[in-house]
């Protein structure tokens, strides 16, 4: 495992290689996307685990901070969903460097899902295989979810509100950031990738977009439930999830 | 602002960030190890850790933060020790990286919840003077008459807090003995926690203070079942001499991980404002 910082400047962010720990016949280069904001937190210790899990099976993997997120630079209030994308992309840059490969697959959690969906737009000979761990496809879906649990929570009702951001779980939200996530909406997915896992709760089953007839997507329930929007829970770590042994069995050749 | 990604310890198992003072100004001559709250990983509670270390770098002062074992990106917790004991051996390791890599003479722990306890611990055990201060946010507190008037007393003249009282001390008792998991029963964010006996916090506390080790103790609103009321603090303590090496503070709006960005941005004001205290430095807040 390597912990490195990469890019430049102000926009340096900070990220960890997996090398492969065994010979694999076929080896895999995944990016793993995390969650953003009060969710990337919850989520750091598991996508550590599924990185580790997924580099064991011999495959080169890749995790990184977002900009305004845990070790990278930045604050949260200045976050932008183009700059999350240009980080992705930066992202492939450096695992493709460590790799040797000249594409990817992309792991995404909950927003880290909407950001490979939107980034790969851009990308699309890059990519091979997408898995979407309790995707958000809906942006409003997103900000009414934020906004029930942050009512919910008796600590936060006085949440400051004003002219330059929203407070919503111990983040401000920038009016900006918020447009930008209201408009998002993956209503058709035409997937251009060799195949596209989903893997959720019932939650966020119900909004899936509609794919077309040539796309080879699957579509699992997870057997374990990780309530992203219980007010008891929202800061609570996530330790464990039955979907990474069905995330590292997809990669495993 | 410098950072740079470290990994020490043995076989290099610890991994962490150290943020550099600004060296425009005169550097302090202690540094800051940031402590993990908990599982969470070395950025801490809503980014706290990292927000913190960038904000006192340009007061001069360096830090450390860093995940021990079992924790975010350092290795797994695999050893035979019990993982208190894997934890101070950790810490110890970590402040002889942050004062070599530094150059300072001694360093600040600061650590919330089960970081506040091991913050305590090696302020008792170190031996050496590496340590200057510790800032203990919601570390062992303990039931005062004051607290249990703080909890029963408002309910005594209000018929619903009556009723709710026997609600949650009957019926809630008796339902959560039916019931394996209890999650739905506790209130928001309520930690439960076991600590030492008071009397020997009260000894190692005076020890500490004796060594002119500087203290700032936070307690949160977030705390409940343990903490309920400003001058709780110098009620469980009264015994010690603190020689004005002590300073408390209670945030009752806050909950236990300082959710809210106003009570954070408070808590941020307050330490480094301490901080920079320890300092001799002038600032203005």
């Known amino acids: 495992m390597i912990p490195f910082f990469f890019g430049s400047g102000d926009y340096q962010l900070f990220g960890v290689y997996h090398q492969p720990e065994i010979n694999a016949p076929k080896s895999h280069s995944i990016l793993i996307c995390s969650p953003i904001a009060h969710e990337y937190l919850r989520a750091y210790r598991i996508l550590r685990k599924l990185a580790e899990q997924l580099a064991k099976n011999g495959n080169h993997v890749f995790r990184f901070d977002w900009y305004g997120h845990g070790d990278s630079r930045g604050s949260f209030d200045e976050c932008r969903l183009s700059i999350w994308i240009q980080n992705l992309i930066s992202a492939i840059d450096e695992l493709t460097e460590y790799s040797g490969h000249n594409s990817v697959s992309i792991v995404g959690l909950r927003f880290g899902t909407t950001l490979s969906l939107l980034a790969s737009e851009n990308i699309i000979n890059k990519i091979d295989h997408i898995v979407l761990w309790d995707p958000l496809f809906k942006g409003t879906k997103w900000i009414e979810d934020l906004t029930n649990l942050h009512s919910a929570s008796s600590y936060l009702k006085s949440g400051k509100e004003n002219s330059d951001y929203i407070e919503r779980i111990g983040f401000a939200y920038s009016k900006d950031l918020i447009n930008d996530i209201k408009d998002i909406d993956i209503f058709y997915f035409d997937s251009k990738y060799e195949s596209v896992n989903i893997f959720s709760d019932n939650d966020t089953g119900s909004n899936q977009p509609v794919f077309s007839a040539h796309n080879p997507a699957s579509f699992s329930l997870s057997d374990t439930h990780i309530f992203w929007n219980d007010p008891k829970s929202f800061d609570r770590i996530i330790m464990f999830s039955q979907v990474i042994k069905s995330i590292s069995d997809i990669f495993k050749d | ?285």
């Open chain 2, 1 to 285: 602002m410098k950072e740079r990604v470290v990994t020490f310890g043995n076989h290099s198992q610890l991994t962490g960030i150290v943020t550099f003072a600004n060296i425009q100004l005169n550097p302090s001559r202690f540094s800051v190890l940031l402590l993990n709250p908990g599982l969470l990983h070395r950025v801490g509670f809503n980014r706290f850790n990292t927000d913190l270390a960038r904000k006192v770098q340009s007061k001069g002062i360096s830090s450390l933060r860093f995940d021990m074992l079992g924790i975010g990106d350092s290795a797994s917790y695999n050893t035979s020790l019990p993982y208190d004991s894997q934890a101070m051996i950790d810490i110890d390791c970590a402040i002889d990286y942050l004062l070599n890599t530094t150059s300072s003479n001694n360093c600040v722990l600061i650590g919330l919840c089960s970081g506040a306890d091991y913050s305590h611990h090696m302020a008792v055990n170190d031996n050496r003077n590496r340590i200057s201060g510790a800032v203990l946010l919601d570390g062992f507190a303990y039931h005062t008459l004051g607290y249990y008037l703080h909890d029963y007393f408002p309910g005594i003249l209000n018929p619903f807090k009556i009723l709710r009282f026997l609600y949650k001390k009957i019926i809630l008792k008796r339902l959560s003995s039916m019931r394996q998991s209890t999650s739905i029963l506790q209130p928001e964010n309520t930690y439960t926690r076991t600590f030492p006996p008071k009397n020997i916090v009260i000894n190692e506390m005076q020890t500490i203070i004796n060594k002119g080790i500087k203290l700032l103790y936070i307690f949160s609103g977030g705390i409940p079942l343990y903490y309920n009321y400003e001058n709780q603090f110098k009620d469980m303590f009264k015994s010690v001499d603190f020689k004005n090496n002590v300073t408390f503070r209670y945030f009752k709006e806050a909950n236990h991980t300082y959710t809210s960005i106003t009570q954070r941005n408070y808590l941020m004001q307050i330490i480094e404002t301490w901080l920079v205290s320890l300092n001799n430095i002038s600032v203005n807040i």
